[in-house]
């Protein structure tokens, strides 16, 4: 546990260095630590949210007081919110007047980060890294949430780098990613990394160049995985026509671009023991366009559904934050239980409230109050499916039924969880939901298997068959909480995808 500190109003008073000095020191530090050490970036005014929270960087109070202290709070636009890394090295705040600093100068773990006049010393030099951390150039440390806490006015520090989620900083604007860039791409630049990475109709990383599914045929039960035409492009449907000639095919698998082995078996398969009310889906149910490209998506009817036992290879567990996305359809849908991606029980069975953290899309509502007709994007969060952060009306739920939809969600594991629903081919996110957990669920008790076309308690001898509809094209599970720029810039790639 991270000490907490007691912060004065005002840092001692140290000499100003004279603008010859500021140079000079500047100049230094790039000779000593290198170019590469400080980020130089193009003016670029923004907040900075974490990874953790989904909370911005905040001046505490919005005050303009030297060395008042940094914490945490709710991304409102406010000035003491906005964050320019300069050429020099600064990390400049309210307008650019403030510079970032360490509370007397100091340099140890546990020091509280303030506000001071941009003054040039060496406690002011920060840099940017690729992982999302902001490090002291001086000290080395690594701007921290103090006690990895997500609540509002939780001070921020300097702490040890150790690659948690609560040190690592997204900017709304987010950097830009090289042409050919994938979801999964803009979410590690985000500094929210793909764990789990799943598709049947395009690759998810810009260099990924592996299987995206494996096909069975009825013929001779001999099965084929299909690919990609290039790395980082579309399924090669034409292996998938080629190989399922004059029989019939099902998916028996869809296999994870992350590289951590969380590909997904239908249930009823020897990879997932002890399931049998399961089958696979039809491999040619529907064929799709996308880039230009012929597809096939994983086309979900009840008696079908898919399973990973992915706790031990980096799903988020307990009240871990995540964020998930998928790709599905508002024209194939029922009101049949449940049609989930996302994370679940490693039992398979309904072990208690925050036991799964799921995205669900279909025409069920459980506790009233959705509006229209559906389907609706809700959260699977076990013992409910979740229109927002009740079991009431929320107004700003709307139904999905295009045919191609973006439906997300992310919850901090402790306090906070959204809900974005978007047509797939155009436009942005319409937000849900955004706030507080339903009742009985904070903190989350996460297990990090992953569920997709069915509820937690589905398929185990004794359990409850799936008795959902819906249909598949991608998705992808993340560790932390994802920024909305990095929401915004996943839905931008979706809608360039060219589903069609």
Same mark, same amino acid.
């Given at each position: 546990?991270?000490?907490?500190s007691?912060?004065?109003?005002?840092?001692?008073r140290?000499?100003?260095?004279?603008?010859?000095?500021?140079?000079?020191?500047?100049?230094?530090?790039?000779?000593?630590?290198?170019?590469?050490s400080?980020?130089?970036?193009?003016?670029?005014?923004?907040?900075?949210?974490?990874?953790?929270?989904?909370?911005c960087?905040?001046?505490?109070?919005?005050?303009?007081?030297?060395?008042?202290?940094?914490?945490?709070?709710?991304?409102?636009?406010?000035?003491?919110?906005?964050?320019?890394?300069?050429?020099?090295?600064e990390?400049?705040?309210?307008?650019?007047?403030?510079?970032?600093?360490?509370?007397?100068s100091?340099?140890?773990?546990?020091?509280?980060?303030?506000?001071?006049?941009?003054?040039?010393?060496?406690?002011?030099?920060?840099?940017?890294?690729?992982?999302?951390?902001?490090?002291?150039?001086?000290?080395?440390?690594?701007?921290?949430?103090?006690?990895?806490?997500?609540?509002?006015?939780?001070?921020?520090?300097?702490?040890?780098?150790?690659?948690?989620?609560n040190?690592?900083?997204?900017?709304?604007?987010?950097?830009?990613?090289?042409?050919?860039?994938?979801?999964?791409?803009?979410?590690?630049?985000?500094?929210?990394?793909?764990?789990?990475?799943?598709?049947?109709v395009?690759?998810?990383?810009?260099?990924?160049?592996?299987?995206?599914?494996?096909?069975?045929?009825?013929?001779?039960?001999?099965?084929?995985?299909?690919?990609?035409?290039?790395?980082?492009?579309y399924?090669?449907?034409a292996?998938?026509?080629?190989?399922?000639?004059?029989?019939?095919?099902?998916?028996?698998?869809?296999?994870?671009?992350?590289?951590?082995?969380?590909?997904?078996?239908?249930?009823?398969?020897?990879q997932?023991?002890?399931?049998?009310?399961?089958?696979?889906?039809?491999?040619?149910?529907?064929?799709?366009?996308?880039?230009?490209?012929?597809?096939?998506?994983?086309?979900?009817?009840?008696?079908?559904?898919?399973?990973? /036992? &992915?706790? %031990?290879? =980096?799903v988020?567990?307990?009240a871990?934050?995540? +964020? #998930?996305?998928?790709?599905? @359809? $508002?024209?194939?849908?029922?009101?049949?239980?449940?049609?989930?991606?996302?994370?679940?029980?490693?039992?398979?069975?309904?072990?208690?409230?925050?036991a799964?953290?799921?995205?669900?899309?279909?025409?069920?509502?459980?506790?009233?109050?959705?509006?229209?007709?559906?389907?609706?994007?809700?959260?699977?969060?076990?013992?409910?499916?979740?229109?927002?952060?009740?079991?009431?009306?929320?107004p700003?739920?709307?139904?999905?039924?295009?045919?191609?939809?973006?439906?997300?969600?992310?919850?901090?594991?402790?306090?906070?969880?959204?809900?974005?629903?978007?047509?797939?081919?155009?436009?942005?996110?319409?937000?849900?939901? /955004? &706030?507080? %957990?339903? =009742?009985?669920?904070?903190p989350?008790?996460k297990? +990090? #298997?992953?569920i997709?076309? @069915? $509820?937690?308690?589905?398929?185990?001898?004794?359990?409850?068959?799936?008795?959902?509809?819906?249909t598949?094209?991608?998705?992808?599970?993340?560790?932390?909480?994802?920024?909305?720029?990095?929401?915004?810039?996943?839905?931008?790639?979706?809608?360039?995808?060219?589903?069609?």
């Open positions: 546990m991270q000490p907490s007691a912060l004065p109003q005002r840092p001692a140290r000499p100003r260095l004279s603008a010859f000095a500021a140079v000079c020191v500047t100049a230094l530090l790039t000779v000593l630590l290198g170019t590469a400080t980020w130089s970036a193009s003016a670029a005014v923004a907040p900075l949210v974490s990874s953790a929270s989904g909370r960087l905040d001046v505490k109070g919005n005050a303009d007081t030297p060395g008042t202290a940094l914490d945490i709070w709710d991304c409102d636009g406010r000035a003491g919110q906005s964050y320019e890394f300069t050429s020099a090295g990390l400049r705040t309210k307008g650019g007047t403030r510079c970032v600093d360490a509370l007397d100091r340099t140890t773990p546990g020091t509280p980060a303030v506000i001071g006049s941009c003054d040039g010393r060496p406690t002011q030099m920060w840099r940017q890294n690729p992982d999302g951390t902001v490090t002291g150039v001086r000290s080395g440390l690594c701007l921290d949430v103090n006690g990895a806490a997500t609540a509002n006015g939780t001070a921020v520090i300097q702490w040890t780098c150790n690659g948690q989620s040190q690592k900083w997204s900017s709304l604007t987010p950097p830009p990613t090289p042409d050919g860039s994938g979801p999964c791409d803009l979410y590690a630049t985000g500094g929210t990394p793909c764990v789990a990475a799943h598709s049947t395009r690759a998810l990383y810009g260099s990924y160049r592996g299987a995206l599914y494996q096909v069975r045929r009825s013929s001779d039960n001999t099965t084929r995985d299909i690919g990609v035409l290039a790395a980082g492009g399924a090669d449907a292996a998938q026509d080629a190989f399922c000639a004059g029989t019939s095919c099902v998916i028996t698998v869809v296999r994870d671009q992350s590289g951590r082995g969380n590909d997904l078996w239908y249930q009823g398969s020897a997932v023991p002890g399931s049998s009310q399961s089958s696979p889906a039809k491999a040619t149910s529907e064929a799709l366009t996308a880039g230009g490209n012929k597809a096939y998506s994983l086309y979900i009817n009840p008696g079908n559904s898919y399973w990973r /036992d &992915g706790h %031990l290879t =980096g988020p567990t307990g871990a934050p995540e +964020g #998930a996305y998928m790709v599905t @359809s $508002g024209t194939h849908v029922n009101n049949g239980c449940c049609f989930d991606y996302g994370n679940s029980e490693t039992t398979r069975k309904a072990d208690a409230a925050g799964m953290d799921a995205i669900n899309f279909g025409t069920q509502c459980w506790f009233g109050g959705c509006s229209g007709s559906g389907p609706w994007v809700q959260a699977d969060l076990e013992w409910g499916l979740f229109p927002g952060g009740s079991q009431s009306w929320n700003n739920q709307r139904a999905f039924p295009s045919k191609f939809v973006t439906a997300m969600l992310k919850n901090n594991g402790t306090s906070r969880f959204a809900l974005k629903g978007a047509n797939a081919q155009s436009g942005g996110l319409t937000t849900l939901w /955004d &706030g507080g %957990l339903p =009742g009985g669920y904070n989350m008790k297990q +990090g #298997a992953i997709l076309g @069915s $509820g937690g308690d589905c398929c185990k001898p004794g359990g409850g068959a799936n008795l959902s509809a819906g598949f094209y991608e998705g992808a599970i993340v560790a932390g909480y994802p920024s909305d720029a990095t929401d915004n810039a996943v839905q931008a790639n979706i809608t360039a995808a060219g589903y069609r």
